[in-house]
Nanobody, 124 residues
Framework: QLQLVESGGGLVQPGGSLRLSCAASGFTLAYYAIGWFRQAPGKEREGVSCISRSGGSTNYTGSVKGRFTISRDNAKNTVYLQMSSLKPEDSAVYYC?????????????????WGQGTPVTVSS
């Protein structure tokens, strides 16, 4: 079965850090660009960050630049999102998604495989 599984979400205080993981099973992640998206209650799902197939190119939405870092370990078939200096407005369900293409746009329509999401809550 082809699937993406996110992990690492949870409750963290403002200013804290979390590392999300996106593990693939049933297919080789190295052939795919990977994006991280998030959806807060009552809001549209938005692109947070993505990494190209080679890992040589990354994109970030403006609100997370300088705080979040995306990386990939193709040997482990896993992509990570390191989140630091977290703010309450970062609270959302975070999803990873895969696209069979070399580049990584931050458009949800470009991705055709999605995980089930992992919740992140930033609160004191």
């Amino acid at each position: 079965q082809l699937q993406l599984v996110e992990s690492g979400g949870g409750l963290v205080q403002p200013g804290g850090s979390l590392r999300l993981s996106c593990a693939a099973s049933g297919f080789t992640l190295a052939y795919y660009a990977i994006g991280w998206f998030r959806q807060a209650p009552g809001k549209e799902r938005e692109g947070v960050s993505c990494i190209s197939r080679s890992g040589g190119s990354t994109n970030y939405t403006g609100s997370v630049k300088g705080r979040f870092t995306i990386s990939r370990d193709n040997a482990k078939n896993t992509v990570y999102l390191q989140m630091s200096s977290l703010k309450p407005e970062d609270s959302a369900v975070y999803y990873c998604a895969a696209a069979l293409r070399p580049d990584c746009p931050l458009r949800r329509q470009s991705y055709d495989r999605w995980g089930q999401g992992t919740p992140v809550t930033v609160s004191s």
